[in-house]
């Protein structure tokens, strides 16, 4: 199994934390990945602080996650509510993270998702493939991604989700699947890879061997790379963070 998060260049550049994270569950029947919002000044706060809340709650089930992720927030905001005097602001500085979330079932692989991010799967055929979950709504030029956070800051962004954020619901038959993962939206620049060396990271994810992935992408992000016995400047690819469970 492949559980890996991993900074992306331009987070290196800015001086800026990786704002991912990741939770498998003992069993790893369970796998869920956390992507923190750039706007959201410390948004990797609150991406760890709910891996947090996922272990301490021990069984976490298709059917109560969402009331997992209600009560996480709940108590967050109250404690917020105890030191800060502008709750709102630093709840959304804080806690404006996507979050994706695959359980493996008995005779389903069962996907909840709130935010941008990709669905991975793997057919029987061995087929692997990345399905984007685009989950913004744009208004006046502006656009509002799906946070669960907007629940608890306010009706200005609420609005747009006809005042409650839910988690949108995938299935998948393990009739037709033999493997689904989930990964932030740092995936996206897969496609900036050259054809032979996107096929190679395909390959190294159906092995299921995190050190080998991560070491591509490290490889791939690195600012120096040798080529012909020659040091030549490189132009990273994954350039956002990128967490995959799969």
């Given at each position: 199994m492949i559980s890996i998060s991993k900074i992306g260049s331009d987070h290196i550049g800015a001086n800026r934390n990786n704002q991912d994270y990741f939770f498998v569950s003992e069993d790893e029947k369970v796998k869920v990945v956390m992507d923190g919002c750039g706007s959201g000044e410390f948004s990797e706060i609150g991406?760890?602080?709910?891996?947090?809340?996922?272990?301490?709650?021990?069984?976490?089930?298709?059917?109560?996650?969402?009331?997992v992720v209600k009560d996480f927030f709940t108590k967050f905001k109250a404690a917020i509510e105890l030191?800060?005097?502008?709750?709102?602001?630093?709840?959304?500085?804080v806690s404006?993270?996507?979050?994706?979330?695959v359980?493996?079932?008995?005779?389903?692989?069962?996907?909840l998702t709130c935010g941008d991010g990709y669905i991975l799967t793997q057919d029987m055929a061995g087929m692997l493939l990345f399905h984007e979950t685009k989950e913004v709504i744009k208004d006046g030029g502006e656009e509002y991604p799906k946070y669960f956070v907007y629940n608890y800051v306010g009706k200005d962004r609420l609005k747009f989700y006809k005042d409650e954020v839910t988690f949108t619901k995938h299935v998948y038959s393990k009739e037709e699947y033999v493997n689904v993962g989930v990964a932030t939206d740092g995936l996206r620049f897969w496609g900036n890879l050259s054809h032979e060396d996107g096929e190679k990271f395909i390959e190294l994810l159906k092995k299921g061997k995190k050190g080998p992935v991560s070491?591509?992408?490290t490889k791939f992000n690195e600012k120096y790379v040798k080529e012909n016995g020659e040091i030549k400047e490189n132009v990273p690819v994954f350039r956002d963070d990128i967490s995959i469970v799969f």
């Open positions: 991406t760890r602080l709910f891996h947090l809340a996922l272990r301490e709650k021990g069984e976490v089930t298709v059917e109560n996650f969402e009331e030191t800060f005097k502008d709750v709102t602001k630093v709840l959304y500085d404006t993270f996507t979050i994706l979330a359980f493996e079932e008995a005779e389903n692989f069962t996907v070491r591509f992408i």
